[in-house]
Nanobody, 115 residues
């Protein structure tokens, strides 16, 4: 069964850190480009960070220098390390797997940044 399962979300104070994980199953993970997206209430879903199958990373300007995406092909898992979190990072974070236009989405994990 093809599945992406996110974990690691939660409530954190401004300036804090979280590490999101996305475990994949049912796909040849190492051939997929992996990404994290987020969607805040009333806003469009936006790309946060991506990593190609060769390990090339890209980031939204709003998270550069604070977030780091990585992947472990042996564990079929992609991570998003989020540091220096801000209230505007509050959103539902989704994992995405893409292979030549075929998109697979996870259910999302909530990240809330508030004092």
């Amino acid at each position: 069964q093809v599945q992406l399962v996110e974990s690691g979300g939660g409530l954190v104070q401004p300036g804090g850190s979280l590490r999101l994980s996305c475990a994949a199953s049912g796909i040849n993970f190492r051939t997929y480009a992996m990404s994290w997206y987020r969607q805040a209430p009333g806003r469009e879903r936006e790309l946060v960070a991506g990593i190609t199958r060769d390990g090339v990373m890209n980031y939204a300007d709003s998270v550069k220098g604070r977030f780091t995406i990585s992947r472990d092909n042996a564990r079929y898992t992609v991570y998003l390390q989020m540091n220096s979190l801000k209230p505007e990072d509050t959103a539902l974070y989704y994992c995405n797997a893409n292979l030549r236009g075929l998109n697979i989405w996870g259910q999302g994990t909530q990240v809330s940044v508030s004092s």
